[in-house]
């Protein structure tokens, strides 16, 4: 068992939603997915469903390539092996593709989003940009609240994709805006569907049902090391359920920023954020903390080392998978990096 304290890390177990939704309550909703977009007699509005099982964006997302990284990985021993799943190749360029997908198709099938209603939910940018995505495709309203500070280019994208805005304060981080979207859904529900990513059971099983057996099968289950950033924690709790329901051994590690205004996008510091409801800090057998300046530094050798122009999160996950690895004599460690470089493309650091 690989259970090596690791400098500068802690074991998680730390944070917990008052009402963190069971995974035994997610997972029995997992027949009921699979069938999404079979539906002859879904509430939902005909054309939409039919967009939706037709449309060439929709099939293109997920089945993403799973790389060995070769050049950051100087120190390693020689049975160890670091690979990289580049969810930046989704056609709205971020792992959000999935969750954006599942969530949609769940609201189709319960009715939930329906013609003169428009797709709400607070979100710090790739999520906001699959729903813009989606929303294009299929012809629904997208409505977004998200941090001023969020960076040019995805704000720039999302009006791109038509997406109508609500910026919030940006030293309330992505609470602020969740708050807000709280009080419009709350004043007029009929308005509005909510997609709350942050408590959204098809967020984690959009990953239970598809990043993890894709990781399971691309590594012909070898691997023995998860790792991936909490934002949601929809990424590590889906992944994190199939892989473990197929070896039990396979270690999961979390990658958390070091303070809580960090610049790293798309990740929570959950010791001073408000806590996602899908998240159960119990199934996480370690927090990897890493500090912007490392997940930057990383950003930039894996552009110029191995060609992979990538986030500042996948960074921070590369970071924290390479301090894995390198403890270890033998194993296949997978990090999961969210989104590839362009939307940060204006961010100083590449150029130092
Ligand atoms: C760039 C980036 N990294 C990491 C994450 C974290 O993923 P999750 O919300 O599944 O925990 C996100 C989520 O928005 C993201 O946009």
């Known amino acids: ?14 944070y917990t939603h008052p009402d963190t939704i069971k995974w035994s309550e997610i997972r029995t909703n997992v027949s009921k997915y699979r069938q999404i977009g079979a539906h002859q007699r879904s509430p939902a509005p005909l054309t939409l469903h039919r967009a939706l099982q037709t449309s060439p964006v929709v099939t293109l997302i997920g089945h993403t390539p799973l790389v060995r990284l070769t050049r950051v990985t100087e120190a390693l021993s020689p049975a160890v092996a670091l690979y990289v799943k580049l969810e930046g190749l989704n056609p709205g360029g971020s792992v959000k593709d999935r969750t954006a ?16 209603r428009a797709l709400l939910d607070a979100t710090s940018g790739n999520t906001g940009i699959a729903y813009a995505m989606l929303g294009a495709v299929l012809g629904f309203p997208v409505l977004l609240a998200l941090p001023a500070d969020a960076s040019p280019e995805r704000i720039q994208i999302l009006r791109a994709y038509g997406a109508q805005l609500i910026l919030t304060d940006p030293a309330a981080g992505t609470d602020d805006a969740r708050h807000l979207v709280h009080e419009l859904v709350t004043t007029e529900p009929d308005r509005y569907f909510h997609a709350d990513q942050y408590s959204n059971p098809a ?3 959009a990953h239970y049902t598809t990043t993890g057996p894709e990781i399971w099968q691309q ?6 090391h998860f790792v991936a950033g909490l934002g949601t924690g929809g990424t590590m709790m889906g992944v994190g359920h199939y892989l473990r329901e197929q070896n039990h051994g396979v270690q999961l590690v979390g990658v958390q920023p070091a303070s809580p205004q960090n610049g790293i996008e798309g990740l929570k510091h959950l010791a001073t954020a408000d806590v996602p409801a899908i998240y159960d800090p119990n199934l996480v ?7 912007t300046e490392e997940a930057c530094a990383m950003a930039r050798r894996l552009a110029r080392q191995e060609g992979l122009f990538v986030g ?3 960074g921070a996950a590369v970071v924290a998978a390479l301090r894995v690895a390198r403890k270890l004599v033998q194993g296949l460690v997978v990090a999961l990096l969210p989104d590839g470089g362009f939307k940060y493309a204006s961010a100083p650091f590449w150029a130092e």
């Open 203 to 205: 967020n984690p099983l």
């Open 1 to 14: 068992m690989f259970r090596t304290h690791i400098l500068g890390d802690h074991v998680s177990g730390d």
């Open 219 to 224: 590594t012909k289950g070898q691997i023995t």
């Open 101 to 116: 997908l599942f969530i949609v198709r769940e609201a189709l099938r319960k009715g939930d989003l329906v013609p003169g």
């Open 285 to 291: 057998d370690r927090i990897a903390v890493v500090s």
């Open 312 to 314: 500042v999160s996948a």
